[in-house]
């Protein structure tokens, strides 16, 4: 029998998506306290435009090639040495970073989650890094109160909606800030839209907000703390402004060390900002946790995430045009099990559930 051969995203050269090739390498090993997984779903990220335009900070050193992909689930399909708790068959979650828009790649099995039997395994993929910044946005830097006024920046976008929904079942009050095309959206989430193009959001609610969560960065944070009523708190956790502005990442590491010294400003407000990796890196006790419960959510029918589509390893470079553009309204999801049949001399799409 043949032993079926890996295919990876690799950037091959930092810049734009012409930079990503679909490359065959040999199949992994799992090695001592490790597993390896047949990667059924890996969500594309914004994040992920920023690593391959060498813009993230937390990836900083690491030089072209290397593989592409920030998280998975998968199911287990060789255990190495040393490994209890998990069979053949089990599917499992990971946050990787890097390494995952595969169709193999192997993993450490003590930072793994397993993932609840009948799960769509695309719609669990976008729970990893946008519903579960969202989740920890809320819970573990916020600590939001039932009442609260609340403001979402990019509302529209993955994150954005993660913390309208679950914002909305914290009992906040939400207002959802975006291109004024996203409005229908933005109302059925469960928030009051704000259209960037029409109106002042620091004006939107008399004596400001409690909370605003910022992954945009417009003008360094500066109107966001500016709509903060006081003792109100400013969570930063992106700066996609920076990026649509060119901006190089010693000004964006600028910004974000400002908002440390912006901690206690005047009137009691507060800024911080919030990154998923060293929030897991402090507590991985809560990472597992609070997966574990936004599975819980899915498994029930409380929680919905939208998957825009389903986009094979072929097309991840496209894919990547796409997010850079922005306007979706739901996650591209890779599922390395969508390929292309060619039965008649064309290239056509055969379209899986992943």
Known sequence: MIEPRNRVVQLRRFGDPGGLEVVETP?????????????????????????????????????????????????????????????????????????SNAAYRTLQASQLTPVPAGLDAAQAATLILSWMTAYQLLHRAAKVKRGQRVLVHGAAGAVGQALLVLGGMAGLQLWGGANGRHAELIRELGAAPIDYQHEDFTRAVPGGFDVVFDGIGEDG?????????????????????????????????AWIARLYLWRWLPGGRRALFYSINAMRLRRPAWFKDDLKGLFALLASGAIHPRVAERVSLDEVAEAHWRLEAGGLEG????????????GDGRRQARKRKC
Do not use: W
């Open 221 to 253: 944070y500066r109107r966001s703390l500016a709509a903060l009523k006081g003792g109100g708190l400013l969570c930063a956790y992106g700066y996609s402004a920076g990026v649509r502005g060119r901006r190089g990442m010693l000004t964006m590491l």
């Open 27 to 99: 199949l992994p090993t799992a090695g001592p306290g490790e597993v390896r997984v047949r990667v059924l779903a890996s969500s594309l990220e914004y994040t992920d435009t920023l690593i391959r335009r060498h813009l993230y900070p937390p990836t900083a050193a690491r030089r072209p090639p290397f593989v592409m992909g920030y998280d998975l689930i998968g199911e287990i399909d060789q255990l190495g040495d040393g490994v209890s708790g998990f069979r053949l068959g089990d599917r499992v979650a990971d946050m990787t970073v890097l390494g």
């Open 331 to 342: 996650k591209l999801v890779l599922c390395p099990d969508l390929g292309f049949d060619s």
